[in-house]
């Protein structure tokens, strides 16, 4: 019961994925690029510095080393963004939602994990608490993306 919100999450991504590109299309015919552009960037802008500030509030111990370890992920994060651009920025927009959508589950996974309770969980010892949320991430990731194979207007691809 424990992973039911995230479980709920990760099924509605992926069964909503089929759809994405109807609304990517209503959007592309409806905006210019530039607004297209700005809409995606706003909207990643916006849950990428909520993330920060709710990060940040809820930091009370080890000050030095979560601020740090949150400063190497956005570095992290930004340095693969940047690595794998490609030239046009409306691609380069909607890809950086994928870094939300996943975030938010692995999130999810990641406090269900914290709410089990058993053995070191929650004290940061545990590699689990780290590794399991990672790993279920990418497993939806994983089967949006091949569940996109399938729909006449969608392409899976591997690298979002």
Do not use: C
Not at 119 to 133: Q, R, S, V
């Amino acid at each position: 019961m424990k992973y039911a919100l995230a479980g709920a999450v990760s099924v509605a991504i992926v069964l909503v994925s089929p759809f994405m590109g109807q609304l990517q299309s209503f959007l592309r015919r409806s905006l210019t690029t530039r607004q297209y552009v700005l809409l995606f960037g706003a909207a990643f802008v916006v849950a990428v510095a909520a993330a920060i500030v709710i990060a940040l509030r809820r930091i009370r111990t080890r000050r030095a080393l979560r601020y740090g370890t949150l400063a190497a992920a956005l570095a992290i994060g930004g340095g693969y963004m940047w690595a794998i651009r490609t030239p046009w920025p409306e691609v380069n927009a909607v890809e950086r939602v994928h870094f939300v959508e996943y975030g938010l589950i692995a999130l999810l996974f990641y406090r269900a994990r914290l709410r089990q309770g058993s053995g070191a969980a929650g004290t940061g010892h545990d590699l689990g608490l780290f590794l399991e949320p990672l790993l279920l991430g990418f497993m939806v990731g994983t089967l949006d993306e091949w569940l996109q194979w399938f729909i006449p207007v969608r392409v899976g691809e591997a690298h979002d």
